[in-house]
C-alpha cells in the first residue's frame, strides 16, 4: 500500500473526526473552525481519496449540504491515516 500524506488541513478535519464515532459537518465547522467552503474542499478530497465516508453516502459535498451529512474516517486506512498524521513527530 502507498505511503498517505495530508495536508496541514487534512490532518485537522481526520483529528476533529477522530476513528471511532463519526462528526456531523456542522459539528465539524465547529471543532476545526474552517469555513464552510474551505471544510468542503478538504472533505471532498478526504471523500474521493476514500479516506472519509459520509452517511447517507455522496460523493461530494456542498457548503449548504454540510449539515445533512454524517462524516467518518474509512476503518479500512485507520492505520495508515493514523501513521500520516504523526509524521512530524518522533516515531
Request: aromatic share 6%; charged share 25%; hydrophobic share 40%.
Amino acid at each position: 500500500m502507498r505511503e498517505i500524506k495530508l495536508s496541514g488541513r487534512e490532518i485537522v478535519v481526520v483529528r476533529a473526526l477522530g476513528f471511532a464515532l463519526g462528526q456531523t459537518g456542522t459539528e465539524l465547522i465547529d471543532n476545526t473552525k474552517l469555513e464552510a467552503e474551505q471544510l468542503t474542499d478538504v472533505l471532498n478530497g478526504l471523500l474521493s481519496a476514500g479516506y472519509v465516508e459520509a452517511m447517507p453516502y455522496t460523493e461530494s459535498v456542498a457548503p449548504e449540504a454540510l449539515a445533512k451529512y454524517t462524516f467518518e474516517t474509512n476503518p479500512s486506512f485507520a492505520q495508515e491515516l493514523k501513521r500520516a498524521m504523526g509524521r512530524g513527530r518522533d516515531r
